[in-house]
């Protein structure tokens, strides 16, 4: 079935190094991703979307890329400091139901560790 | 503004019982999912309201139900529970309003099943 993956479960980088996190979609219809953060014992938190129209996107300190070619997407996090550890999910709104009802299909995550 | 509620925060329960996890998504947000996060499953999606109604519903038994009130707030309900039911219940509330389109997740109800 249609599934969201990612490449790497565990990400272990030096504090001040750049992390990349990478996901790989299989739904070629999919036409919004989502990266969230999830801290332990909270629920997933906003970091940056983008639509599939774009292939990169930035925010503060982070940037999203989309390669609509091989389905990849990576998440892109400079100067990564002790508080960006944490598990981060990549979501893919792909499947629709109809009646304007779109679903998230989650990966299952990449643990990010940052060493002090 | 106030970001999605959820209540209870953390919950045990004995299997066979059954159990009510509320959800008040963001002011003006019409959309309210549930979604299931398991260390085995990851995130699965189990159903969406809109307006009250229920307009998806993900790969779940019958026993997991839920609905939508009219100010938006949603409740799931789970019925026989059964240990496998442990996990981390999640809820997102979302607009369809372009300029601020996006999913909210709130923190979570952590059920366990004894």
Redesign the interface.
């Known amino acids: 079935g249609e599934s969201v993956g990612l490449h790497l479960p565990t990400l272990s980088v030096q504090e001040g190094d750049n992390s990349i996190i990478n996901c790989a979609y299989s739904n070629s219809a999919s036409d919004?991703f989502?990266w969230?953060k999830q801290e332990s014992?909270?629920?997933?938190?906003?970091i940056i979307?983008i639509r599939s129209n774009m292939d990169k996107r930035q925010g503060q300190r982070v940037t999203v890329l989309l390669n609509k070619t091989v389905k990849h997407l990576s998440l892109q996090i400079a100067a990564t400091q002790p508080g960006d550890s944490a598990v981060y999910?990549c979501?893919d709104q792909g499947k629709y139901?109809g009646?304007?009802?779109?679903?998230?299909?989650?990966?299952?995550?990449t643990k990010l560790s940052v060493i002090p | 503004k106030a970001g999605?509620t959820?209540t209870p925060r953390y919950l045990i329960k004995t299997r066979g019982q059954q159990v009510t996890l509320s959800c008040s998504p963001i002011s003006g947000h019409r959309?309210v999912?549930w979604?299931q996060q398991t260390p085995g499953q990851?995130?699965?999606?189990l159903f969406?309201y809109?307006s009250e109604t229920q307009?998806?519903k993900?790969n779940f038994p019958g026993r997991f139900s839920g609905r939508q009130f009219s100010n938006s707030r949603s409740e799931m309900n789970v019925s026989t529970l059964e240990l496998g039911d442990s996990a981390l219940y999640?809820c997102?509330s979302s607009s369809?309003d372009r300029a601020n389109?996006?999913?909210?997740?709130?923190?979570?109800t952590r059920l366990t099943v004894v």
């Open positions: 919004y989502i969230y014992g909270k629920g997933p938190q906003f979307d999910f979501a139901s009646a304007g009802s779109y679903q998230l299909t989650f990966g299952k995550g | 999605v959820q959309s999912s979604y990851g995130l699965q999606f969406e809109f307009r998806n993900g999640l997102a369809t389109y996006g999913y909210t997740f709130g923190s979570g």
